[in-house]
Each structure stands twice: as C-alpha cells, then as structure tokens.
C-alpha cells in the first residue's frame, strides 16, 4: 500500500476547521463547563453545577454527541495505525556518472 503525501496534505489543508462532530444541538453550558473539563481530566463537584441552565433532554443530546465524537475519536486513532504502519519507501532518483 503507498501513501500518496501530496494528495493527503492537500486534503487536509482543504478540511475546514471546525469539531468533528457539529455542536449547535448541545447545550453550550454542559458542553464548556462539564462535558470538555471531564474530557480534559478536570474534577466537577456536584455542588459547583447550575442545574437551572440545562434540561434533562440536554443530558441525552450531549451523550449522543459525546458517542459521535468518540467514534471520530476511533477513526483518527485507525488512521494514525494505518500510517504507523505503512513500510516506508525510499525515493527512486536518477542517478548522475
């Protein structure tokens, strides 16, 4: 299998910036205040959550997003393998006498 790296950093340099997973659904208070603190290894005390700005509807949607970004999550730890893995090749070049 080759690794065509001029097609792949043209693709990545067409890839907008933007999350993997589309984030308007999700209650931006459990997003940026309990969901990416957890993500990041930070603790959340019970008592420090505001209850009065998010429903109970709000917890399902942001476990749907958190399942969606783990399986983006799943996609880019495969990739990284497959080029992990790829056997390099050396560069044929002409050779000058």
Do not use: H, W
């Not at 690794?3 to 997973?21: A, G």
């Not at 893995?85 to 006498?97: A, E, G, I």
């Amino acid at each position: 299998m080759k690794l065509d790296l001029k097609l792949l950093s043209i693709r990545f340099s067409q890839m907008k910036n933007e999350p993997p997973v589309p984030t308007e659904s999700i209650n931006s208070y459990l997003l940026e205040k309990i969901l990416l603190p957890c993500m990041n290894g930070g603790k959340i005390l019970l008592q420090d959550i505001e209850f009065d700005s998010f429903e109970v509807k709000d917890i399902d949607e942001l476990e749907e997003y958190y399942n969606e970004l783990s399986k983006a999550g799943v996609k880019l730890r495969q990739f990284m393998e497959t080029v992990r893995n790829l056997p390099s090749v050396t560069c044929k070049t002409r050779s000058f006498c």
